[in-house]
């Protein structure tokens, strides 16, 4: 007889890989259809995973893209869940969100102060 093959809920693995700070968080990703098993839309939590599978998903600003390389036994620390996989995702530079330029947007507390302290300079 063949051994049978590991198997782990994929709500469960994305949580003690530490991509989630729940379960439910992870669950209702899963559930929402925003994860991908093998490029296949999952909307199950309960679906399984085994090592070998690629997971796709949406994390903060950057989709994550990563193969699972061992399925863990507990929620360890980090370095403990980032052996469970091997991230495939390219690197992206941050951008920053809100960038500001010389002069444009509303000033700050310290540019208000300057600003009043000129106005006041002018007055007299």
Do not use: C
């Amino acid at each position: 007889m063949s051994e049978a093959v590991a198997k782990i809920r994929i709500d469960k693995w994305l949580w003690q890989a530490r991509f989630f700070k729940t379960r439910t968080l992870a669950a209702k990703q899963v559930g929402a259809g925003h994860v991908r098993l093998n490029g296949q839309k999952v909307y199950k939590p309960a679906q399984n995973v085994s090592t070998g599978d690629v997971l796709t998903f949406a994390q903060e600003s950057q989709i994550r893209q990563v193969r699972i390389e061992n399925l863990g036994e507990r929620r360890g620390p980090a370095p403990e869940a980032q052996g469970l996989y091997h991230d495939m995702t390219e690197w992206q530079e941050k951008v920053p969100h809100n960038p500001r330029y010389e002069g444009k947007g509303r000033p700050d507390k310290k540019e208000r102060r300057a600003l009043d302290l000129s106005r006041q300079r002018d007055t007299y």
